[in-house]
């Protein structure tokens, strides 16, 4: 007894999961990517534009190539002290969560304090009684996008559906018998 068993090799062509759903992944990922930076941009505060102008995401590749996230992250080298860590809570309205009190130093403040007529002195006294305001503008933007990820999402599993069955189509001249 014997079997010939014909189309493994279209079976396994059509399983190859980085072929079927790479670029809709990472072009799903590229979109929520640009519309998570482009809230937070809008929501982080604002002094010389540094810090807006530093956030930006980028693309985590899992094994075998195939999309596995996004990164969205500051270049800034204050964000952390503006957005707070990733992994703790904060308040995401006003009034803002604030840090612990402390005594920051004087050259991290002098640029600031200059520009809106406030002795040094006094801005490190009042962040020692009152800490800094925290603004996690990331978690905002996610939190806000949620339903256009959602939108995102639907057309990207469209997409995959869609590169799928374009995969089991019969070639031409063949007529399925039943």
Do not use: C
Request: proline content about 6%; aromatic content about 10%.
């Amino acid at each position: 007894m014997s079997f010939d068993i014909q189309g493994g090799r279209n079976l396994a062509k059509r399983l190859e999961l980085n072929a079927l759903a790479g670029v809709a992944l990472r072009n799903f990922f590229s979109a929520y990517g640009q519309l998570i930076v482009t809230s937070a941009k809008k929501i982080a505060p604002r002094y010389t534009g540094d810090l807006r102008g530093s956030l930006t995401f980028k693309h985590v590749r899992g094994a075998g190539g195939l999309p596995e996230g996004i990164d969205v992250f500051s270049r800034a080298e204050h964000a952390l002290f503006v957005h707070g860590f990733y992994d703790e809570k904060h308040k995401l309205s006003e009034p803002w969560s604030r840090t612990k009190p402390h005594w920051p130093p004087k050259q991290a403040l002098q640029g600031w304090a200059d520009s809106k007529g406030i002795p040094v002195y006094l801005v490190q006294k009042s962040i020692s009684e009152k800490g800094t305001p925290i603004i996690p503008f990331f978690k905002i933007a996610i939190k806000e996008n949620e339903e256009e990820k959602k939108l995102l999402l639907k057309g990207t599993a469209l997409q995959i559906t869609t590169t799928w069955k374009a995969g089991r189509r019969l070639p031409k001249g063949t007529l399925p018998r039943g």
